[in-house]
């Protein structure tokens, strides 16, 4: 049930990105793209070939929908679909990194052991019983991403400023019936509050079998909610759909036996499995490399000295969702070391609205973006009616203000830097302004 469930979101979602021509934008016009820190040489395929592994992801959706060469289908979106989010960090969202992690843990499960072609190929495949790993795994999962979520709100922005639900709640005065409810200040708060004690908590009631009912309503009521106020996607139905997982095998059993009857399948499982041999030792191992990675990835913040919100060092992969509310302004000068002329870049000359809404926010990508300039303005001429310039390994430096959940914007990064000579790597970055209260 969950590989048709989850095969149906999987088609759903890249249908749609490619009809709200989101290829086009953010994979085929960028003429830039910030690389992961290690995934640089990863690349969009040139022009409209960068069509192909969308394609590609429709089709192995539809096949992992459909059961039919299931495990290659699972593995062949798992690629694709991560090539796709390794090209360019500015399109980052957590529910991308939690689509390409579960579809992984599907190429591990053997999800097409009945109501699949597969198992009307080759019916010795058909089980009635399965190891608790392969389903205790994507319940792990989906815990990782509500429990860090629910720890992660547990900050004096979120819980004492109701900060940036106060900003976001005030762009929908004019919702009907309840706008002016969603301008008031305890609204912000309650939701808030509501959101952080529903992260931490709500996996332990839909593990109770006595709460379960109750506490999936609330999946239903909290999950529609931020979809109808917030534009998060299709993120909130990923979740909904996904946590049914939790339900027990009567509950499963019942949805798969009245499929089986629409469509005339037999119930009967032709072989049964009484005695399930021991996983074997790799597949242990294999687990618990895996857990331990889902548990620590999201706590490697803790490395690092400084405001996590501001510095944005080790925020991705934590599950942070919706926690913060930046906005920057990043000005590059790029200036000949022997003449001391400088040049002021016009930043929408190499990036879309989009990188340049996420770069002037993000260290990391600011010190790409300058490192790409240096490459750019490196051999250039430059003339005016008095005289002509020739930059030779010329310096880049940033002048970069941001404000982080409504507050005044700060110095970010100082002009006095060259930021070509800049590491990027993954160690504390000393040269951002420290954070003021």
């Known amino acids: 049930m969950f590989r048709i469930i989850f095969g149906a979101m999987l088609l759903f979602s890249s249908v749609r990105f490619i009809a709200k021509g989101w290829v086009n934008t953010q994979y085929i016009e960028p003429q830039f793209y910030f690389g992961y820190l290690g995934f640089e040489w990863i690349k969009p395929l040139p022009g409209n070939l960068m069509y192909i592994p969308f394609v590609l992801m429709v089709l192995a959706a539809l096949f992992i929908l459909l059961g039919f060469m299931y495990r290659y289908s699972a593995f062949v979106f798992f690629i694709c679909f991560t090539y796709v989010e390794l090209i360019d960090k500015s399109n980052y969202l957590n529910h991308y990194y939690f689509l390409s992690l579960m579809s992984f843990l599907m190429v591990l499960v053997p999800a097409n052991r009945d109501f699949s072609i597969d198992a009307k190929l080759f019916p010795k495949i058909r ?3 399965t190891y608790a790993w392969h389903t205790g795994i994507l319940k792990f999962q989906l815990a990782v991403v509500y429990i860090f979520a629910g720890i992660a709100k547990i900050n004096s922005d979120w819980l004492f400023e109701a900060q940036p639900l106060k900003i976001w709640l005030q762009a929908h005065h004019n ?9 008031e200040e305890w609204t912000a708060y309650f939701f808030s509050w509501m959101g952080c004690v529903y992260d931490l908590f709500i ?3 839909l593990l109770n079998k006595k709460t379960r009912p109750i506490a999936y309503l609330a999946v239903i009521f909290f999950h529609v909610i931020t979809w109808l106020l917030f534009p998060i996607g299709v993120f909130p139905w990923v979740m909904i759909f996904s946590t049914t997982i ?3 095998t009567k509950f499963h059993q019942q949805l798969l036996n009245g499929l089986k009857s629409l469509f005339k399948w037999s119930k009967k499982i032709p072989e049964k499995v009484k005695n399930m041999p021991s996983p074997k030792p790799y597949v242990r191992y294999g687990l618990i490399i895996y857990i331990a990675f889902q548990i620590l990835v999201p706590l490697r913040f803790l490395a690092y000295p400084g405001n996590l919100y501001w510095n944005e060092e080790g925020f991705r992969f934590s599950w942070r969702v919706m926690l913060m509310h930046k906005e920057g302004n990043a000005t590059f000068y790029v200036t000949d ?3 001391g002329r400088t040049i002021e870049v016009d930043n929408t000359d190499f990036l879309t609205v989009r990188q340049e809404d996420q770069m002037a926010t993000q260290p990391d990508m600011i010190l790409q973006f300058a490192k790409m300039l240096k490459e750019e303005y490196d051999g250039k001429t430059f003339s005016n009616h008095k005289q002509s310039i020739t930059l030779h390994d010329p310096a880049v430096h940033a002048e970069v203000f941001v404000t ?6 700060q110095l970010f990064i100082d002009k006095k830097h060259d930021l070509t000579t800049l590491p990027y790597n993954l160690k504390h970055r000393e040269w951002i302004v420290p954070f003021e209260k």
Request: net charge positive; charged share 15%; hydrophobic share 45%.
């Open 175 to 183: 919702v009907p019936f309840v706008g002016s409810l969603l301008q």
């Open 203 to 205: 996996v332990f009631f």
């Open 404 to 409: 982080l959940n409504g507050r005044s914007s």
């Open 337 to 339: 070391k022997s003449t």
């Open 246 to 248: 939790f339900f027990g």
């Open 127 to 129: 089980r009635e019983v």
